[in-house]
């Protein structure tokens, strides 16, 4: 069973496969207030802007961090 889980923050829904996660690290090193896997949730999609979130999402290089816009 697929291990997905998704942070919405009104404007996009950030979406996190576990299984696809090859912990490269990208995500904590570009935007610490947003990934902390210490943390639970791990994902605080509060403390970036939606811009920043899309241009981290671009360089994961698992692709186990995607996003969707949300309708308005």
Not at 23 to 44: D, E, F, Q, S
Request: hydrophobic fraction near 35%; aromatic fraction near 8%.
């Amino acid at each position: 069973m697929e291990n997905i889980k998704e942070y919405p923050n009104g404007e996009i829904s950030v979406v996190w496969k576990a299984e696809l996660c090859q912990h490269a690290g990208i995500c904590v090193k570009m935007l610490p207030k947003v990934y902390n896997p210490k943390a639970r949730p791990w994902i605080t999609v509060e403390n970036a802007t939606t811009a920043e979130l899309k241009e981290q999402i671009s360089k994961c290089p698992s692709g186990a961090l995607t996003y969707y816009e949300l309708k308005a």
